[in-house]
């Protein structure tokens, strides 16, 4: 069942704008990744992280592992053109092996 | 460069036929994943392999069937039992037990369209 629920599903948004999304869970993590899927493409690797409270930045890019581990937020600032695509968080749940993946936000950018 | 690769881009399959999917990493990692993304829908996982020569069935096995016998390599065999295959297949890597625990690189994707 959904085990991930990552929000917006959409975002329309003029260039120069700041976006921000996150994932919440029942579940707590111990690693929340994100990655961006261009159309045709596979996911690439954005900002891994690690530990509860863990805030990284990559480029314009921010994520943050929340501190009850049950939660993650991405946000890009000053959008530009090459940041539309479709991202994606994905978690590994206290005591799992494996994955799982949110139903992804697609951002959709005018010029 | 280090990475994934999965060949081919684009795959045809007929109605009854079997067709493998390819999957190569040179990262030496120890595990390898294969997912299938249909549109608008996240990924859902079909096979993973923590180590050479073992493997197990991830949410959406059936009509799906793996190899892994070298480190590098992990195949996915679309078989006829498998009666919805259009779809992207995504094939991952990572390095458990790491630093980087469960941080898993994906390649750039087949698209399997049935004729």
């Known amino acids: 069942g959904q085990q991930l629920n990552q929000s917006p599903q959409s975002m329309f948004i003029q260039e120069g704008e700041d976006v921000s999304m996150n994932c919440t869970s029942s579940s707590i993590f111990n690693t929340w990744l994100w990655y961006k899927q261009d159309p045709g493409e596979g996911p690439v690797l954005l900002i891994a992280l690690y530990k509860a409270g863990e805030l990284t930045s990559n480029g314009r890019l921010t994520a943050q592992f929340g501190i009850t581990r049950k939660d993650s937020f991405l946000n890009i600032s000053a959008s530009i053109p090459s940041d539309v695509g479709i991202y994606f968080c994905a978690g590994q749940i206290q005591g799992a092996q494996k994955l799982v993946f949110g139903q992804g936000t697609r951002l959709t950018i005018n010029p | 460069d280090g990475g994934i690769t999965q060949s081919p881009k684009y795959l045809f399959r007929k109605e009854g036929q079997n067709v493998t999917l390819s999957c190569e990493q040179n990262l030496n990692h120890d595990a390898m994943y294969w997912y299938r993304q249909d549109p608008g829908q996240g990924l859902r996982l079909i096979y993973y392999?923590?180590?050479?020569?073992?493997?197990q069935k991830g949410d959406i096995a059936e009509g799906y069937s793996v190899s892994r016998e070298k480190k590098e390599s992990f195949p996915l065999t679309v078989t006829s039992a498998q009666k919805n295959p259009t779809a992207f297949y995504l094939c991952?890597?990572?390095?458990?037990?790491?630093?980087?625990?469960?941080?898993?690189?994906f390649g750039p994707g087949t698209r399997l369209l049935v004729l």
């Open positions: 392999s923590q180590i050479v020569n073992d493997f």
């Open positions: 991952a890597s990572s390095n458990p037990g790491g630093p980087t625990q469960e941080t898993q690189y």
